[in-house]
């Protein structure tokens, strides 16, 4: 399974399809366009659809995947997007297919007319094999097997590389001083082109009024020319931003050159840099680095699997290369670049190594080898019985726990037919409105015992929504939650049950990140009634700092008299009205 949870466009996919994407893309103006690929190598897209970028054959949004039937079993390979949007891929059998904006003849079909569905591109690609594509903001290259660059669209500052700025309508090959030579990795900034030629060279063109041509001036390029900055380094892979460009050597070293203005270079300031430099990675050796042209963010990756960032990083300048927690350069996009759009095509293969916690993430409510069912809201949410044991039931409960817990919990059991065999469902009916928070902390010993008989594997949960607890058993495989923080008040509600110190800390947190003048009285009443006390004071002194505002509210209006005598009186003290 490809991890697209961090990008918002597919929040609202059923886990079913989230299970089956294979690539993905996310990209426009604000995100919000996405095309994935399944393990059946079904195409599917969702989005505003801008200029018919999403290849359905119309311009309607939609909120759902719709499938892209021409482009199903194509196998694609390259993907890459421009800021129109439009977009183009190449396929396994070396075809490329372009569609959406086409203003400047970047869809390479000899017209300007808008491309809804994907059409191939022939024009003189006929017989050739290519294995890559790169797109700047309206033009496009191409790279082929035999190592030759084509490119096509806009041309205003030359990154065609076709010798003039006469827009380019369909591929041309990019010869001049790449002629006769082996390019193995390509990449465009906004009005640029670059180009990594098999014997560790690199080649630009285009605009370089910011100095990302690398050239050492900030003289536009109609043709490629050599960065002899760089003469004796090996470069290995290229990555172009906005405005800027990083450049990979074979011994691990990375060089950046370009716009500045958001520390993009790395360089600890924010001066462009017309000529390549070395950026300080505390001799970390980098495997990867990472930018797209619709951003000013860069991001890189040490072979130890560490994962820098630098640059625009959500509306802050990042000077220097700074350390995440990130497990991949993509995460740094989704979570960091603005827009949060994806600087290559998403890809997983099934035969990449995963660590035990991507591999738990990664069977959470999968049914294939599930061995227990909750049933909540006539809903089925998959587990394994082994996995819950160890999570709860290694935590050893009282006697008087045990026994606490045994009256808390009626336990009926019954037979319900399905075909040829038969299921024991475990209904479990709470006696929480009888008990309220004095329940015992943790499923102790006593529902270990019940999971410890192989023939029952289902349980029935009526005490909690079908969001909650999937939230809540989730957590159980990853740690972590994933949910906005008004269906957060459901978890912490069950936290707080559970007596489940971490997950209600973390409910806290997530619904602190979603705190508005409109929710803060819900939260605040939320606080309260769980006996978050750290919440109920992060929530208090919202509303008093915005308090006028808050006093509007409908939620205001309806407050409980009690709390809100309560609110009244602590903001008093607090010296809220005072003049």
Not at 111 to 136: D, F, M, Q, W, Y
Not at 409 to 417: A, H, R, T, V
Request: glycine share 8%; hydrophobic share 35%.
């Amino acid at each position: 399974m490809l991890e697209v949870g961090k990008w918002p466009v597919f929040a609202l996919l059923p886990p079913e399809e989230l299970r089956l994407i294979r690539q993905a893309c996310v990209f426009g103006s604000a995100a919000n366009e996405a095309l994935y690929v399944t393990v059946n190598d079904e195409v599917f897209a969702l989005g505003t659809n801008c200029s018919g970028c999403l290849g359905l054959g119309d311009l309607q949004s939609t909120i759902e995947p719709r499938r892209i039937d021409v482009l199903c079993g194509k196998k694609i390979v390259s993907l890459s997007y421009g800021t129109g949007p439009h977009v183009v891929i190449t396929t396994a059998d070396g075809e490329v297919f372009a569609w959406g904006h086409n203003g400047y003849s970047q869809l390479g079909n000899g017209t300007t007319n808008h491309g809804l569905t994907p059409a191939l591109v022939s024009t003189n690609l006929i017989g050739k094999r290519v294995t890559e594509v790169a797109c700047g903001s309206h033009h496009n290259i191409a790279l082929t097997t035999d190592g030759e660059v084509f490119a096509w669209g806009y041309n205003n500052s030359g990154q065609v590389g076709s010798g003039s700025t006469v827009n380019q309508p369909t591929p041309r090959r990019v010869s001049s001083c790449l002629q006769n030579k082996v390019v193995v990795n390509i990449a465009c900034g906004q009005l640029c082109s670059m180009a990594v030629l098999d014997n560790g060279e690199i080649y630009g063109w285009g605009y370089n009024c910011n100095g990302q041509l690398g050239l050492g001036n900030n003289g536009n390029q109609q043709t490629p020319c050599r960065i002899a900055a760089l003469q004796g380094i090996n470069i290995v892979q290229v990555a172009c931003g906005y405005a800027h460009t990083l450049a990979l050597t074979d011994e691990g070293m990375v060089y950046a050159w370009g716009a500045n203005s958001y520390g993009q270079l790395g360089t600890g300031n924010k001066s462009n840099q017309a000529l390549p430099t070395l950026i300080n990675t505390d001799k970390e050796r980098m495997v990867e680095v990472a930018a797209c042209h619709t951003s000013h963010t860069s991001a890189a990756k040490t072979q130890s699997g560490q994962v820098l960032m630098w640059g625009q990083c959500r509306g802050q300048a990042v000077a220097s290369p700074h350390l995440t927690h990130f497990s991949s350069t993509d995460d740094v996009f989704a979570c960091f670049a603005t827009p949060a759009v994806t600087w290559h095509l998403l890809s997983v293969d099934g035969d990449d190594y995963l660590t035990v916690a991507q591999s738990l993430k990664r069977e959470f409510d999968s049914p294939e080898i599930s061995d227990l069912k909750f049933l909540v809201d006539g809903k089925c949410i998959h587990v394994h019985k082994a996995l819950l044991k160890i999570r709860y039931f290694k935590r050893r409960a009282t006697r008087r726990k045990v026994k606490e817990f045994s009256t808390y919990f009626n336990l009926i059991y019954f037979q319900c037919s399905k075909a040829s065999s038969k299921m024991k469902v475990i209904v479990l009916k709470s006696s929480l409105k009888q008990h309220g928070s004095h329940s015992t902390g943790h499923w102790c010993e006593h529902f270990r015992a019940l999971l410890n008989e192989s023939d029952e594997d289902a349980v029935e949960v009526h005490q909690f929504s079908y969001l909650v607890y999937r939230a809540f058993l989730e957590y159980l495989y990853t740690d972590t939650i994933n949910l906005p923080p008004e269906d957060a008040i459901g978890l912490l509600d069950l936290a707080t049950y559970y007596r489940e110190t971490r997950l209600k800390r973390l409910c806290q947190e997530t619904i602190k990140r979603g705190i508005s003048e409109e929710n803060a009285v819900t939260l605040l009443s939320a606080a309260v009634k769980y006996e978050a006390r750290d919440l109920e004071e992060y929530c208090f002194k919202f509303c008093v700092n915005h308090l006028t505002a808050v006093t509007q509210t409908q939620a205001f209006a309806d407050m409980d008299h009690d709390l809100l005598k309560n609110f009244i009186s602590k903001a008093s003290r607090y010296g809220a009205f005072k003049n």
